[in-house]
């Protein structure tokens, strides 16, 4: 069963935001950041990064949500950069275990920065149809993670 921020998450994939941007509309609200910033700040990494099929952009929103929660925010603060980058490699761990990869092109299907691809994929439906557990799985994934 997905948790609440999970469905709030797949919300607003299904209202129109991008992947990224789901998963960052949800959480940065626990760290302060407004929605309207939220959404700003993560728009060019949805599609795999803006569809050049790089790393899923649920998968980059929750390495940004991780760093808001752990972070490194003063030089020398070495345990805050290690706590960050296991929570951030136990995410990837588990992503992928679920989704089996964290690059987008693999996990769709379609190369997005190719545009014969990128029409098939529309035809297709593959965002609408494959992206929402993908979002999930980031959430669920989050939520076990973060001492929220």
Do not use: H, W
């Amino acid at each position: 069963m997905a948790s609440q921020r999970a469905a709030e998450a797949v919300a607003a994939f299904n209202g129109g935001f991008s992947c990224s941007q789901a998963i960052c509309t949800t959480y940065f609200q626990a760290f302060g950041i407004d929605r309207v910033t939220a959404r700003k700040v993560s728009c060019g990494f949805g599609a795999g990064i803006a569809r050049s099929g790089n790393i899923c952009g649920a998968v980059s929103g929750a390495i940004m949500v991780i760093g808001l929660a752990y972070g490194m925010a003063r030089s020398g603060d070495v345990a805050s950069k290690e706590k960050t980058y296991r929570a951030v490699n136990d995410f990837l761990r588990e992503f992928k275990r679920r989704n089996g990869d964290v690059d987008c092109t693999p996990l769709i299907g379609f190369d997005l920065s190719d545009p014969s691809q990128l029409e098939m994929a529309k035809e297709r439906k593959v965002v609408t149809t494959r992206c929402p557990r993908f979002v999930k799985d980031a959430a669920e994934i989050l939520d076990e993670i973060l001492e929220l």
